[in-house]
């Protein structure tokens, strides 16, 4: 089956520590997305991707960093720098950039710190 | 910039009733429309969609029509049932510039149907 994977569906981190958040996608798709999801704010953008080894900050990227050396994962990293980190975080891809493609979604990973 | 303001929640109905979720958007050039659902737990899903001026997305019994005279993409169904309970996701796509490709989401409506 297609579809967009994310690994672990939960995770529990202690202040001060790193963490990475896996996506992975089997659609061929080209674009990229990480959200992040508080209660009652809808989902804000933190970064995206176009295409292989490109990427840029979205509206709430301090504290996070991302890669894209393949065209199916596109991991995201939690560094200690993120301030309140607590949160649902959200993966997503299109075929392209373009305003009509549609964004298919992961499953989500909730994130804890401890 | 670009945004979009959907009616705050909660919303709570019985099962048949007819449901309204308001949207409203601000957008330069001519943006894309979509909604989304989330059920407890999961990722969010399309539910419908429009890509120009009065077209109509339509999928299980939901409709919305793009209104770009009054920049409006409301939610509509007729009769709801208790699996509709979720929470809906209006959102927009810009179409041009740096922001191209990028969806804006609104805040949310959580619905609970009651049987």
């Known amino acids: 089956d297609g579809g967009i994977t994310q690994s672990p569906k939960y995770l529990f981190r202690k202040e001060g520590q790193n963490v990475t958040l896996s996506c992975e996608q089997n659609l061929n798709h080209d674009a990229m997305y990480w959200y992040r999801q508080d209660p009652g704010q809808g989902l804000r953008l933190i970064y995206y991707?176009?295409?292989?080894?490109?990427?840029q900050k979205g509206d709430i990227a301090e504290g996070y960093s991302v890669s894209r050396e393949k065209k199916e994962s596109f991991p995201l990293t939690v560094t200690s720098a993120q301030k309140n980190p607590t949160a649902f975080y959200l993966c997503?891809?299109?075929?392209?950039?373009?305003?009509?493609?549609?964004?298919?979604f992961g499953p989500g990973t909730r994130l804890t710190v401890l | 910039g670009d945004s979009v303001t959907q009616m705050e929640g909660p919303v709570t109905l019985s099962e048949e009733a007819f449901l309204t979720i308001n949207c409203t958007y601000t957008a330069t050039g001519y943006p894309s429309l979509f909604w989304y659902v989330q059920y407890p737990g999961e990722g969010l899903q399309l539910l419908l969609k429009?890509?120009?001026?009065?077209d109509k997305g339509s999928n299980k019994g939901f409709e919305a029509t793009y209104r770009k005279e009054t920049t409006s993409f409301h939610l509509e169904k007729g009769s709801v049932q208790v699996s509709d309970s979720a929470v809906y996701f209006c959102a927009l796509s810009a179409n041009r510039g740096s922001t191209l490709g990028r969806l804006y989401f609104g805040r949310g409506t959580q619905l609970t149907v009651w049987p």
């Open positions: 997503a891809s299109s075929i392209d950039r373009r305003s009509t493609d549609t964004q298919y």
């Open positions: 991707s176009q295409i292989v080894n490109d990427f």
């Open positions: 429009a890509t120009k001026a009065d």
